[in-house]
C-alpha cells in the first residue's frame, strides 16, 4: 500500500495540477519551436509523463502509470487545447505557471523516492529517481525540441536542486521510519520552497572552478 | 495467439518490407550527414526498429522482439548496403520509397495497436502504443542525426495521424471484437491510404491558433 | 554464476577504472559546454552508466545494475569533482585518458556481450548489446550534451569496430563454449588494442560510395 502524501482527493487533484503545468510548458515550447498542434500534444505528454515512464522502466513497474492511468495521459491533451488557442494569455501568465511548476517539482520528486523505494532500490537510487521522475520530463522536451536540456545549463535558475532536496528529505523519512502523510507533504514543500526562493533571487550552481574564476568574472 | 493480418506469410513479407523501407530512410539521412558506413547501420537499423523496442519496453516484452528474431536485426544491415553502393540512385526513387513507407506505418500502427492491447493495455494506450511503433524509430533517427524531430515540424505532411487513424481503427476493432484478419488488414490499408493522400495533397496540421492567424499567413 | 575476466578484485578495480574514465570525459564535454556542476554531474553519470542502463532495461534485469552497486553510481561524483577543479589539467592528459577509455571499452563490450548471454540473448544480439554497453553511454552523453553523436561522425577514429570486435570474439568463445578467464580476457585485450591502434593510426571507417569517391578526396 503507497503512503499517501496528504489525503487521497487533495494529492490526485495536486498531482493533475502538475501534470497540467508541466503539460504547459511543453506544449508552449512547442509553439515557440513552431511545431504544429501535433507536435505540441507530443511535447505535452512528454514533458508530463516522462520522468515518471523513465522511474517506472529502471522499476520495473510495467506498463508504466502513464499508460494504466487515463485522466495522466488526457491531462496533457487538455493542456495542449488551452495553449494551441490561448497561447499569448498563458504566455503572459508565467509567474504563475512557473509556482504550479515548482508545486509539481515537490510533489513528484517526493513520490518519485517513495515509489522507487517500495520496489526495492536503495535510499540512494531512490534519491535519485525522485529527482529523475521530477526533471526527466523537461529534458526530453528539451531534447526533442532540438534544444539544449535547459536543466544542465549554467544561466537557469536551480532546478534539478531543489528536487534533490525534496528527495533526499524523503529518503531521510523514509530510513528514520518516519514517513507519513504530513511529513512527506512536508518534504514536497521544502522542495517547493527552494525552487520558489532558487526563482526570486536568481539561485544558480557554480561552473567548473578555473573557468569561473578567470573567463567570466573578470571585467 | 497474436491475431495475423493477411496470411503468416504475406504479414511477413510486409513486416520485412516495411522494416527495409524504414532501414532506408535512416541511412538515407546517415549519408546527408555525412556519416560512416556504421553510422548509416546504426541509423538504419534505429529507425527501422526503434519504435517496436520502445513499444516492447513500455509493455515488458523483453527482450524486445528486434533482439529475438534475426530477420529483423539483419534487414536494416542489407538496406545499409544498398545505400552505401547506390545512395544516388535510392535518392532518385524517393516516391516509391515513400510508398513503402506508408505501407510500413500501416502495418506497424497496427501490429503495434494489436500487440499492446495483447498484453493488457487499455484501448487508449493501445493506440497511443501503436502510434509510437510507427513513428518511434523516424523520431529516434533524427535525434542521432541531430536534427529536429521531422515527425513535430510543421512544415512537413501529416505522418503521425495516419498512424493515428490506422490504430484507432483497429482499437475500435478490438473493442467491438470485429478484430479479423480482414479487418485488421483494412484499418492498416486506410493508414496506408490517408497517408498517400497527405503526401499526394500537401495535407499538413495547423499551428497554434494566434500564431497562424497573425504571424504567418499575413503577406 | 557469471564468468569473471581475470580475478573478481582485479576485474572491479579495472571496471571502477572504467566508470571512472568514461565519466571523466563526460564531465569534461560539460565543461565544454558551460554547463554547472550539476550539468557535469549528470553527463559524468549518464557517460558512464548510460549503456549498462540500456542493455539492462532490454534484457529485463531490472532495476540496472548502475541503480544497485553504489560504487558504479558515486564514481562518477568523484570524476566530477576532480574535473570541476582540475580540469585544466585533466585536459592536459587526454593521452592518458584515452588509453584508460579504450580499456573500459574493451572491458565492458565483452561484459555486456556475456551478461546478455546470460540472460538468454542469441549471439548476434548479445554482440550488439556488448557494443551498445560500450558505446551507449558516449551516444546519451552526446544528445544531453545537444552535440552530434561522435560515434557515428565520419571525422573521428574507429570507435564502434573495435567494440564490434571484442563482441564478436566473446561470442564466437561463448559459441564454442571456450569462455574463460583467459579467454575473455583476450577478447576484451584485443578491443583494447585495436581501438588503440585506431587511435595511433587514424583509422576511420568508409563513407557511402559515391560520396566518398567524387566529393570528398578530389582536391
Redesign the interface.
Known amino acids: 500500500m503507497p503512503i499517501e502524501l496528504f489525503t487521497p482527493s487533495v494529492q490526485h487533484a495536486l498531482e493533475v495540477a502538475g501534470i497540467f503545468v508541466f503539460a504547459i510548458s511543453g506544449a508552449l515550447l ?2 515557440r ?8 500534444a ?2 505535452a505528454e512528454v514533458t508530463a509523463l516522462g520522468g515518471g ?1 523513465f522511474r517506472d ?4 513497474a ?3 502509470i502513464a ?2 492511468d ?1 485522466g495522466y ?1 488526457l491531462t496533457p491533451l487538455v493542456a495542449t487545447g488551452i ?3 490561448l ?2 494569455e498563458v504566455e503572459r501568465i508565467t509567474a504563475a505557471v512557473g509556482v504550479f511548476d515548482a508545486a509539481g517539482l515537490g510533489l513528484f520528486c517526493v513520490e518519485g523516492t517513495m515509489k522507487a523505494h517500495d ?4 535510499l ?2 531512490s534519491v ?2 525522485g529527482m529523475a521522475t521530477a526533471v526527466g520530463g523537461g ?1 526530453l522536451r528539451d ?7 535547459s ?4 544561466d537557469r535558475d536551480l532546478y ?2 531543489p528536487a534533490i532536496v525534496g528527495s533526499s528529505i524523503a529518503a531521510l523519512l523514509l530510513h528514520f521510519d518516519a514517513l507519513t502523510a504530513a511529513t512527506s507533504a512536508l518534504a514536497a514543500a521544502v522542495a517547493f520552497v527552494v525552487r520558489l526562493a532558487a526563482m526570486r533571487f536568481g539561485w ?8 569561473r574564476s578567470t573567463a567570466t568574472e573578470e571585467p
Not at 519551436?33 to 505540441?40: I, Y
Not at 522502466?57 to 520495473?60: A, K, P, R
Not at 531534447?143 to 536540456?149: F, I, R, S, Y
Open positions: 512547442a509553439v519551436k513552431n511545431f504544429d498542434v501535433f507536435g505540441m507530443v511535447l515512464v522502466l529502471v522499476i520495473g510495467v506498463p508504466p499508460f494504466t487515463l495521459f495553449v494551441f488557442f497561447h499569448p520496489f526495492g532500490l536503495g540512494t537510487s535519485t529517481l529534458v531534447l526533442l525540441a532540438h534544444e539544449a536540456p536543466l544542465l545549463r549554467w534539478a536542486v544558480r550552481a557554480p561552473r567548473a572552478w578555473n573557468r
